[in-house]
């Protein structure tokens, strides 16, 4: 991680960069990072508005789709989109909403092409 002060004045703020190359890479980070939210969203240590607004949001979405993303990384992404409607409306549906979505997520994992391990990694120094 890497320190940044910020342009407004107010101090200092750890920023960890991510970045993955190739549309297949960006696709398999996108979906480990959603899976591991969903992990975080069904163990109760984070909250569905917080999921929603951290990472299921339109923008992920819409990167998605200029991607042409997997349509399985689409369709999951679009449920967890849901996923804080379904906390507030029916929340007894809510473990079974953040299944499917894993399950989703999974499968377009497997299908897409395996990942090389001679690639960049994700984890990288600031610019």
């Known amino acids: 991680m890497?320190?940044?002060h910020l342009p407004?004045?107010?101090?200092?703020?750890?920023?960890?960069?991510?970045?993955?190359?190739?549309?297949?890479e960006v696709q398999r980070l996108a979906a480990v990072t959603a899976l591991g939210m969903c992990r975080a969203l069904a163990t109760g240590a984070i909250g569905p508005a917080a999921a929603c607004h951290r990472l299921f949001g339109p923008a992920l979405l819409a990167?998605?789709?200029?991607?042409?993303?997997?349509p399985a990384l689409r369709?999951?992404?679009?449920?967890?989109t849901e996923l804080e409607d379904v906390a507030d409306l029916i929340p007894d549906k809510l473990a079974s909403a953040i299944a499917d979505?894993?399950?989703?997520?999974?499968?377009?994992?497997?299908?897409?092409?395996?990942?090389?391990?001679?690639?960049?990694?994700?984890?990288?120094?600031?610019?």
């Open 2 to 4: 890497s320190e940044h």
């Open 101 to 127: 979505v894993e399950a989703e997520l999974l499968k377009a994992l497997t299908d897409l092409a395996p990942s090389d391990l001679a690639g960049e990694k994700w984890l990288v120094r600031a610019p």
């Open 75 to 80: 369709h999951a992404i679009h449920m967890a």
């Open 8 to 24: 407004d004045g107010s101090g200092s703020q750890e920023i960890l960069w991510l970045r993955a190359k190739g549309g297949d």
């Open 63 to 70: 990167r998605l789709d200029q991607l042409d993303a997997h």
